[in-house]
C-alpha cells in the first residue's frame, strides 16, 4: 500500500511539475511522463513480487531517483507546449524511455547488491 502511496505522489510532483512550468498540461508532456510513470509502475510491481521484504527502500529509492532526474527536466523543458516536429519528438519519446529504464534498473541493481547480497554473505 505504501508503494501505491509513493508511487502516487511521484506522479503528483511530475504533473504539478510540468504544469508550473508550461502553465497548462500539453499532450507531449502527458505523454513523457506517463512513459516515465508507466516503466516505473512496472518496476514497482516487480521489486514489490521479488523482494518483498525491502520493497518499500526499493520503492522509496526508484521514485525518490525518478524525481530528482525528471523533475529539473519538465522544469526547464518550456517548449512541451508547443506542436514537436516528428525527429524532436521521437528524440524526446526515446530519450525518455531509455533513461528510465536505465535509472530504475541502475537503482534496483546497486540497492540488490549493497543491502540484499551484502547481507546474506556476511551471515
Not at 9 to 23: D, K, P, R, Y
Not at 81 to 99: C, Q
Request: proline share 2%; aromatic share 12%.
Amino acid at each position: 500500500m505504501k508503494n501505491l502511496l509513493l508511487f502516487i505522489v511521484t506522479a503528483l510532483i511530475l504533473f504539478g511539475t510540468s504544469i508550473l512550468s508550461n502553465g497548462q498540461l500539453s499532450q507531449n508532456a502527458f505523454l513523457f511522463i506517463g512513459i516515465i510513470l508507466g516503466i516505473t509502475l512496472i518496476a514497482l510491481i516487480i521489486v514489490s513480487k521479488k523482494y518483498p521484504s525491502h520493497q518499500l527502500m526499493l520503492s522509496l529509492s526508484t521514485c525518490g531517483f525518478v524525481l530528482l532526474l525528471f523533475v529539473p527536466c519538465f522544469a526547464t523543458l518550456s517548449e512541451l507546449g508547443k506542436p514537436l516536429n516528428t525527429n524532436d519528438f521521437t528524440r524526446y519519446v526515446l530519450t525518455f524511455f531509455i533513461v528510465t529504464i536505465i535509472l530504475i534498473s541502475t537503482v534496483i541493481l546497486s540497492y540488490r547488491h549493497y543491502f540484499i547480497v551484502s547481507n546474506t554473505q556476511s551471515e
